[in-house]
């Protein structure tokens, strides 16, 4: 079509394109009008959630690695562990259904996102997600780690005795 065409259909039907762009700048000159998602404030804590140096065997691995540790966050006893903390009386539905988890494209990275109505309560919500999960990772290191640093302990009590016994000689 020709631009002059255009221009002359537009010219003799002004009225409608009047009424498009006033129509279009209405939300802009009234206002927005009050909504759940106006009303709530977002707040993210990013994660690295990276396998162990063992856990790594194949360049596919550490995707699905991340793909479980989002579950983890996702968990209903993750939810119920925070809520307690915080001492939300709604509980662990109302932290699963105000947070999302997803992971940033091409990344490790999982960011934990929390909307609700007070920005501070957000912030605390998203910051003890992230802190209870890292306490949790923590919890299972210490606990596979334990076995071996006893057995390490027996050996070096028994050492020492025998060290002492040498000396004794």
Known sequence: ???????????????IVLIF???GALPFI???????EANTFRSE?????????????SAAQPDRYVLTQME??????????????LGIAEGAGLIRRSTTIEQITDTDAV???????DPQEARTVAQTIAEV????LIEADEATRQPDLDRINADLVTLREQLADVNQR
């Open 45 to 57: 804590a990013l994660i690295e959630v990276l396998p162990e140096d063992g856990a790594r065997t």
């Open 1 to 15: 079509m020709e631009l002059s065409f255009v221009i002359a259909a537009l010219k003799r039907r002004i009225w």
């Open 21 to 23: 762009a006033q129509l």
């Open 30 to 36: 009234l206002g927005t009008s009050p909504s759940t």
């Open 133 to 136: 999960y890292l306490e949790r």
């Open 72 to 85: 983890v966050l996702r968990s209903r006893e993750l939810a119920a562990e925070v809520a307690e903390r």
């Open 111 to 117: 960011s934990v996102q929390v909307r609700l109505g």
